[in-house]
């Protein structure tokens, strides 16, 4: 697949526009955080600073983590970066726990779906100074913004999607990939076929990713958040349950999976599909046998309930964000730097297969000339929207909410009408 990317088309072809439209512009109205401001920006001297990650706490991530710090300090005189990590499933609440009590400070990962719950807490630095002229793609500038306030500087950007082991699916009869609901269940039927203990579709079934069926709502015809409200529990979320629920019986899709599992499984070669950002990859391939696994995985458009329908998929990114408080202005400095200087994003690129968030990046041969990229990008990417609980502080809880309920109807505690209306109820409560 070649692609040329002009400075326009490699902003369309990573998602960036609708989804730059879609975080900017359904920001809640009410309870706006005052955010720290810019005067924490001004050099108060300090050299040291840590930068705090999850993705120093992954083995795919650190190494090359660690190079961009050492290669920054060594261009910059004085400068000492620390690199304090937690596992990213504890990692938001190990981050408010923090910046509430005063004990956070410098440069912090965050995944774009906690901005607006940590600008809430009013510690972030407005960076729209640091951002200010730079070569950031319009959209993915606004992957930053909660409330019209810049408090991240856009790391990398692309969706949540299905990739397919195309070597299991061809030992299955399945030569082309399933464009709709029904095409889908039956090539994870012929894959069950297989036997060997082949789990046809690494879904997410543990509570703490069952997030996953945002998507899948929508493709049944959910718009899930509506006028401000909830609305699950309507037809749409429970047909898209009541499927979901059928393929757990069947066994399509296992039990207690969430994407570390469904990561090791694919690596495995045991899955024909899982569901993961585009730089899941690389964590997979890094640790399979099979050195050849990374030209068997491609991405697949989410399947659609009806043919036409358009493909949804759950957008997601990462920022860098700045916490008032000593050693800010250093901070961001490196923050800057590490998003916007070739140097530093096209080497994150070719070591994790994440992609830079600048106009210069994007059309980088190295980055337009990736097909895995590409493809993700053309056929997941592009089609990503931002999840409607992002914009809400709460939206962990409306989360953890969803999940605990959505478990108990694959354990066969609730059936989905039940328990998708239980969900509505509660979330609804968090955000009156």
Request: charged share 20%; aromatic share 8%.
């Amino acid at each position: 697949m070649s692609v040329s990317l002009s400075r326009r088309s490699a902003l369309g072809l990573f998602g960036l526009s609708a989804l730059g439209t879609a975080l900017a512009g359904c920001a809640p109205s009410t309870n706006t955080p005052t955010p720290a401001g810019t005067e924490g920006l001004k050099d108060d001297g300090v050299k040291e600073f840590p930068f705090t990650s999850w993705s120093f706490n992954e083995a795919v991530t650190k190494e090359p983590i660690q190079a961009q710090i050492s290669k920054y300090t060594a261009a910059n005189a004085g400068v000492k970066i620390s690199t304090p990590s937690y596992p990213y499933n504890d990692y938001l609440n190990q981050l408010l726990l923090q910046v509430q009590g005063g004990q956070l400070s410098g440069a912090v990962q965050l995944d774009v779906a906690w901005l607006a719950t940590l600008a809430a807490t009013g510690k972030l630095l407005d960076l729209r100074s640091v951002a200010a002229g730079l070569d950031y793609a319009p959209a993915a500038l606004a992957l930053g913004q909660s409330n019209g306030v810049q408090y991240g500087l856009p790391w990398t950007f692309a969706g949540i999607g299905l990739i397919s082991n195309t070597e299991l699916l061809t030992k299955a009869g399945i030569t082309s990939a399933p464009k709709t609901v029904a095409e889908f269940e039956a090539a994870l039927t012929a894959v069950k076929g297989l036997g060997g203990g082949v789990v046809p579709w690494a879904g997410m079934t543990k509570v703490d990713q069952l997030k996953d069926i945002i998507p899948w709502m929508w493709e049944f015809g959910s718009p899930i958040v509506d006028g401000g409200k909830v609305v699950i529990g309507d037809d749409g979320s429970v047909e898209a349950l009541t499927w979901y629920k059928k393929l757990y019986d069947q066994k399509l899709i296992a039990p207690d999976v969430n994407r570390v599992d469904a990561r090791a499984l694919m690596s495995q070669g045991k899955t024909a599909f899982y569901e993961d950002a585009i730089g899941g990859r690389a964590a997979v391939t890094k640790s399979s046998p099979d050195k050849d696994l990374a030209s068997k995985m491609v991405p697949v458009a989410r399947p659609v309930k009806n043919s036409g329908d358009k493909p949804r998929h759950l957008a997601w990114g990462q920022v860098i964000a700045v916490i008032n408080g000593a050693g800010a202005a250093t901070a961001a400095n490196y923050a800057k730097t590490v998003t916007t200087d070739p140097g530093y994003n096209i080497d994150w690129f070719t070591k994790t297969g994440l992609p830079p968030t600048t106009n210069a990046g994007l059309a980088d041969s190295t980055v337009k000339n990736d097909k895995f990229a590409t493809d993700f990008t053309t056929q997941i990417g592009a089609n990503s929207s931002a999840s409607p609980f992002w914009t809400y502080p709460q939206f962990s809880q409306m989360e953890k909410v969803l999940a605990e309920e959505v478990q108990s109807i694959l354990i066969g505690k609730k059936n989905p009408k039940e328990a998708l209306t239980s969900a509505r109820d509660r979330m609804n409560a968090l955000i009156k």
